[in-house]
């Protein structure tokens, strides 16, 4: 589950020398050919994006194709708009989806299979062509796509297509199985209490109030060695930890989201730049660590207490397999760096295929992706947090996104 928003909680001119983020951390000695055919699969669709047309303009006529051009199967009457809770769907032409013809659809493909583990009543009965798709030509998998779906641009019920776009990642940090040796912030699996009470205790008090302390005790999972990295890792939601065992040995585990105290949510970015700190250059991580670096212990505890939400994880193991994809999301399906996005399930439904198009300072994205990930920063029609990958390049990738946005579910006929 994430919880960000750039420094929210879960949730560049770069678009002719982008980094590829979004592209799954394959260990070397990986010899699945699977894994690394969806290496090539991610090059080939990151292409595809970098040398994508800008937007079209969201004041399209309904019906009427903004690209040159229709599509055969792609004619006959319109459906009538849908409400669907927060949002408003207005039915398109697939000629309006920037893209869609240029889109290698391979590793969205093994998006949607995971959402296919899952599936909702509505996309359930596609899920077995979906199955059989999945070793399909691109021009395949697109047809059936025209047959089968209905594209709908979402709108805000007051009528507006465009949105915002920022991105998450699974950082990737060093820890410790016991405190000690500079490894001294702890990271807890949930209280016992934690569901008797709401809100549970700030994150000043976890490390202040002895009730609380108490109640934690023995709910260690491991300990990190920066209070700033402990935060990221807080608000991403979810990572993975290179860590040291109590015998010595390494290994590489995932901790995820398994819960938070339901305090508000405060940006330490924002509270510096309301101290007057100056604002925080992206990627924040760096930055803010390099202003605790000059800053005296009492202040930088301050920055920290100043975001009084604090989350719990879960030990997950970390098989070769798992490595290509990142955390479970608020659908219950591994995601998949570059094609899952998070979403406001009162405008979307978790397992819902959406075109996505979005142009800005991070770079070009025009692209299928798969709604399968929520945060509490992600509300509204046309809002989405979009999932980059796992360690360094994905959190710089993550940090710059930032970005306009627009937004079309592809629903069942």
């Not at 399968?372 to 979009?386: L, N």
């Amino acid at each position: 589950m994430n919880t960000s928003s750039s420094n929210a909680p879960r949730a560049s001119s770069k678009s002719k020398a982008m980094t590829f983020p979004w592209i799954p951390s394959i260990r070397a000695g990986h010899e699945k050919r699977s894994i690394r055919l969806g290496t090539i699969i991610a090059i080939t669709a990151l292409l595809a994006s970098c040398a994508s047309p800008p937007l079209p303009p969201s004041s399209a006529p309904q019906g009427e194709p903004t690209a040159a051009g229709s599509r055969p199967g792609d004619s006959g009457p319109l459906p009538a708009p849908l409400v669907q809770g927060k949002s408003r769907w207005v039915a398109v032409r697939w000629a309006e989806l920037p893209g869609f013809e240029e889109d290698a659809l391979f590793e969205a493909w093994n998006a949607w299979l995971k959402s296919c583990e899952r599936p909702g009543p509505v996309f359930a009965p596609l899920c077995a062509e979906v199955r059989r798709l999945s070793i399909a030509s691109p021009d395949a998998q697109r047809n059936w796509m025209v047959s089968r779906l209905q594209p709908y641009r979402v709108e805000s019920l007051q009528g507006a297509a465009d949105g915002l776009l920022t991105s998450y990642y699974e950082p990737v940090l060093k820890a410790s199985r016991q405190a000690g040796a500079g490894y001294e912030v702890p990271l807890y699996r949930p209280p016992a209490s934690l569901a008797s009470r709401k809100p549970w205790f700030s994150r000043q008090e976890i490390e202040t109030s002895p009730e609380a302390r108490a109640a934690l005790r023995g709910r260690e999972i491991a300990w990190l060695a920066d209070p700033v990295e402990a935060m990221s890792l807080h608000i991403q939601g979810s990572g993975r930890l290179s860590l040291t065992e109590a015998d010595g040995s390494q290994r590489m585990v995932r901790v995820a989201y398994a819960g938070s105290n339901e305090q508000p949510f405060r940006s330490v970015t924002q509270w510096l730049l309301d101290q007057g700190e100056g604002r925080m250059t992206a990627p924040w991580v760096e930055s803010t660590k390099a202003w605790a670096a000059k800053n005296p212990p009492q202040r930088v505890q301050q920055m920290l207490w100043s975001n009084p939400r604090y989350t719990f994880f879960q030990e997950q193991p970390l098989s070769e397999l798992d490595t290509a994809f990142g955390p479970k999301g608020a659908q219950g399906v591994a995601l998949t760096p570059g094609r899952s996005i998070a979403v406001d399930p009162g405008s979307i439904p978790y397992g819902t295929p959406v075109w996505l198009a979005s142009r800005g300072a991070a770079g070009s994205l025009q692209k299928l992706v798969l709604a399968q990930d929520t945060g509490s920063a992600i509300v509204g029609a046309v809002r989405a947090d979009y999932f980059a990958g796992t360690g360094p390049e994905a959190g710089q990738f993550a940090a710059r996104m930032n970005q306009p946005l627009r937004l079309w579910v592809l629903w069942p006929r």
